[in-house]
């Protein structure tokens, strides 16, 4: 089964939120807020210069989630767009952002080595996110094209 980021990202959304006391009203909001603000900086990196090996340190674990520009930015996205229409509050509001530094920290490590070459690479990333079937499937040839155009590598 192919990785999906979204719903790794979303359980561990869920599971952090249960230290927060959220009215229930505002969970749903909270819960796709802190969701779609992960998801939105992790696009938006990868779309400026630079932004791929942000996400590659990031997701290899060699830049720490609480000091990265991509948490950074996760965390103003969801101040501006979720917290700031909720009014729950300087404590609540405190503490829900506090999650998003431990939420993307569990993205470290999930990118790693899997074609045992020393270093993290394309056909890496293809093995993570489950795209198999070598250069000859569609899916395979597909992604290798997009991404080796992101990474520099065909």
């Given at each position: 089964m192919a990785f999906n980021i979204q719903d790794f990202i979303t359980?561990?959304?869920?599971?952090?939120?249960?230290?927060?006391?959220?009215?229930?009203?505002?969970?749903?909001?909270v819960l796709n807020g802190l969701t779609e603000s992960i998801l939105g900086?992790?696009?938006?990196?990868?779309?400026?210069?630079?932004?791929?090996?942000?996400?590659?340190?990031?997701l290899t674990g060699k830049t720490e989630a609480a000091s990265s520009p991509i948490t950074a930015l996760a965390t103003n996205i969801f101040s501006k767009n979720?917290?700031?229409?909720?009014?729950?509050?300087?404590?609540?509001?405190?503490?829900?952002?506090?999650?998003?530094?431990?939420?993307?920290?569990?993205?470290?490590?999930?990118?790693?080595?899997?074609?045992?070459?020393?270093?993290?690479d394309l056909n890496d990333i293809l093995a993570t996110l489950g795209v198999g079937g070598g250069a000859g499937s569609i899916i395979g040839t597909a992604a290798k094209s997009i991404l080796g155009s992101l990474f520099g590598k065909k």
């Open positions: 359980k561990q959304v869920t599971s952090a939120m249960g230290s927060v006391d959220v009215p229930s009203a505002a969970k749903n909001q900086s992790l696009t938006q990196t990868a779309t400026k210069a630079g932004g791929i090996d942000q996400l590659k340190n990031l979720i917290l700031g229409s909720l009014g729950l509050g300087d404590g609540t509001n405190s503490a829900l952002t506090g999650l998003i530094p431990v939420i993307i920290g569990q993205l470290g490590g999930i990118l790693k080595d899997q074609d045992g070459d020393g270093d993290v």
